[in-house]
Nanobody, 113 residues
């Protein structure tokens, strides 16, 4: 079955960086786009980066977040730089496969001094 396992979250000071990882299995990873979403308390889940199967990515947090992937290791990454308190959220990786969305359990990112 599809499994997505995020890691790499934690507490970081404003201006700091974190790299999130997502280990994927149970589907043909190299053929599918992967996305990163986040959900802050009281807010809707929003997409922050999408990495195409080819590795080309788009991000909605311009200039600060970068998505990437390793199709050999079945891993997708989110590099987050210059973090701000408003980036505090649970971060999820996601894949749409066989007409449904799959999500990991999420990893908490807290940006605070």
């Amino acid at each position: 079955q599809v499994q997505l396992v995020e890691s790499g979250g934690g507490l970081v000071q404003p201006g700091g960086s974190l790299r999130l990882s997502c280990a994927a299995s149970g589907f043909p990873f190299r053929l599918y786009a992967m996305s990163w979403y986040r959900q802050a308390p009281g807010k809707e889940r929003e997409m922050v980066a999408r990495v195409a199967a080819s590795g080309w990515y788009v991000d909605s947090v311009k200039g600060r977040f970068t998505g990437s992937r390793d199709n050999v290791k079945n891993m997708v990454y989110l590099q987050m730089n210059n973090l701000k308190p408003e980036d505090t959220a649970v971060y999820y990786c996601q894949v749409h496969w066989q007409e449904r969305d799959y999500w990991g359990q999420g990893t908490q990112v807290t940006v605070s001094s």
